[in-house]
């Protein structure tokens, strides 16, 4: 989720029942400390899949109980359920290739893990990146929010982004990891517009 009024502020949660008045989700994170939500609060929600993600507007309608089978109960939020959803297609987008000559390194750090995990980047869009993982970790899964770092020439420059992991596909060389930003980046989306082939191959489609 995003608050509307801080965009590129991602909020990460699940969804624990969705009614007719509206969606359950549990209280939300950020960088792993508790975020409250304000009521009536506007927000945009995100479902990452693997084409890209689904989005819409939302507002924060009430704080409510979860039962949990048993235990505990605990709280979450009562969401309106948004009035249209839209897909984002990053393979529909135009992408900056690395490869050869042109190498950056990317670093990507679970929220829930020590320790970054390096890799080598294959891909980026405004919407989100590629990378191929050296050293490797069990616990990447779909769904999975982390921090990802790397520097690009100017006028890019450093990204330092909260991502959602979409797919973990293991190749040759380490696991391929595909993950999307909460906003679209608009440096590099300015980067793209300025000049195609001034600091990486350029591709539309998957």
Do not use: W
Request: with cysteine; aromatic share 4%.
């Amino acid at each position: 989720m995003t608050p509307s009024a801080k965009l590129g502020q991602a909020l990460a949660t699940t969804i624990e029942q969705i009614k007719d008045k509206g969606v359950v989700v549990a209280q939300p994170t950020l960088g792993g400390s508790v975020r409250q939500l304000a009521r009536y609060e506007p927000l945009r929600i995100c479902f990452s899949v693997a084409r890209g993600k689904l989005s819409g507007e939302t507002r924060t309608l009430s704080r409510t109980k979860i039962e949990s089978g048993g235990q505990e109960p605990f709280y979450g939020y009562l969401l309106e359920k948004p009035k249209a959803l839209h897909v984002i297609d990053r393979r529909q987008e135009m992408r900056m290739l690395f490869g050869g000559d042109l190498v950056y390194e990317a670093e990507l750090k679970l929220l829930d893990r020590a320790g970054p995990l390096l890799g080598l980047l294959e891909d980026i869009s405004p919407s989100g990146a590629s990378m191929r993982c050296r050293n490797t970790s069990d616990i990447l899964r779909r769904g999975k929010q982390a921090n990802l770092k790397l520097e690009l020439p100017e006028p890019v420059g450093t990204v330092n982004e909260v991502v959602t992991i979409v797919e973990v596909v293991d190749a040759e060389g380490g696991l391929l990891v595909r993950v999307v930003f909460p906003e679209k980046n608009r440096a590099i989306a300015h980067a793209m517009n300025m000049a195609q082939g001034r600091f990486g191959q350029f591709r539309k489609g998957a």
